[in-house]
C-alpha cells in the first residue's frame, strides 16, 4: 500500500508539473528592425534572437538562440566567438535551412572559409524581401529569399514564415519555408541538410577523441576533442534512441538536453508528417550539428535506398518544423513531446 502511495505522489507531482508548464502565460512577442538586415525577436521584453540576412552571409539565419532565462543555446562562433567555443564548420551558424546538393550547387557548406576559385561550386541563398512582421502573443516574420548560382541566377524562390511564441520556460519557433522552382531543380539524396543548428559548447556529447568529416567535394574537416569537461548534452529521440545513436535514425522529434549552468536545457525539434519523406532522419552529431534532413536517405541507409526529389519549374515543396527551447529543474519528458508532435500535425 506504500508503495502505491509513493507512486501516486510521483505522479501527482508530474501531472502537476506538466500542467503547470502547459498553463504558464504567453510572453508578449515585439519585432525590431535594426541596422545591417537584422530584424531582433523579443519575447518578454528579452532578447531571444535575431534574424541575419546580410549579403555578407551566405544564407539568411536566426542567431543566436536564447532559452527563457537568456542562455544562449547556439554556438558563438564565428560571428560572436565565445571563449571555449569549436571552431570547426564554420557555416554552423544559428539556425538555418538549405541542402548539400541542389542541381549540383553545395548550398550548406559555404561559408568565408571557401576559396574564391571554388565559389563556382557553392550556392547562395539571398534574401531580398521582409513580407511581414507582427507582434502580438505570437510575432511573425516573413520574407522571401532566392537560392542562386555565384551569377547570381535563381533555382528556387523561397518564402518562409517564422512565428515565434514563449512563456517562462519555453521558447518556440515554428517554421513554414515552401521552395518553388524557377527552373527544373534536383534535391540529390546528400547528407548534408535541410534544417539545422549549431548547438552551444554544453550541449555537445563529451568526446575526448579527435573526429574527422569530409563533405561531398572532398574537403576535410577535423572536429577536435573536448577536454574542458563543459560539454555533457546528448539526444533522445521518439523512437527511444539516445547519443550518437541517434544519428542516421528517423523519428519523429529529436531532443538534445544537459545542464547550463544551474538549469535543465533542451532544444526539440519536431517534423511534420507532411513534409516529404516523415518521419525525418536525424543528422544529429555529437560535436554539436543538430539537423533534420529528409533527403539523406542514402547515406543514412548504408544505400539500401535513396531519395531524390525533383521539382519541375513552377513545381513547390513545403517543409514545416517547430523548435522548442526549454529551461528549467528538468527537461520536457517523452510524455509532453507526443503532445507536442501531436499538436504540431494541425500546423499549417
Known sequence: MKILKNWACIFAANTLFAMTIHAQRAEPVKLVKSAGNKIDILIGGKPFTSFLYPDTLEKPVLYPLRSANGTSVTRGFPLAPRPG????????????????????????????????????????????????????????????????????????????RFEFSGNAQERIIDRVTTLTADKDALFKDAKDGMLGLRLAHELQIPDPADQKFTDDKGNVTIVKGGTDKVANGTYLTSEGKTGNDAWSTRGVWCKVYGKMGTDSVSVTIIDHPQNPNYPTFWHARGYGLFAANPLGEKIFTNGKSEKNLTLKKGESVTFRYRIIIHNGPQTNSVAQLNQAATDFRSFK
Open 85 to 160: 567555443d569549436p571552431t570547426d564548420h564554420p557555416h554552423h551558424i544559428g539556425l538555418w535551412f538549405n541542402f548539400e546538393n541542389l542541381n549540383g550547387l553545395d548550398f550548406w557548406n559555404n561559408s568565408y572559409a571557401i576559396p574564391a576559385a571554388k565559389k563556382i561550386g557553392y550556392g547562395w541563398i539571398r534574401t531580398d524581401k521582409i513580407l511581414e512582421t507582427k507582434d502580438g502573443a505570437k510575432g511573425v516574420l516573413a520574407y522571401h529569399a532566392n537560392w542562386t548560382d555565384q551569377q547570381k541566377q535563381v533555382i528556387l524562390e523561397e518564402q518562409t
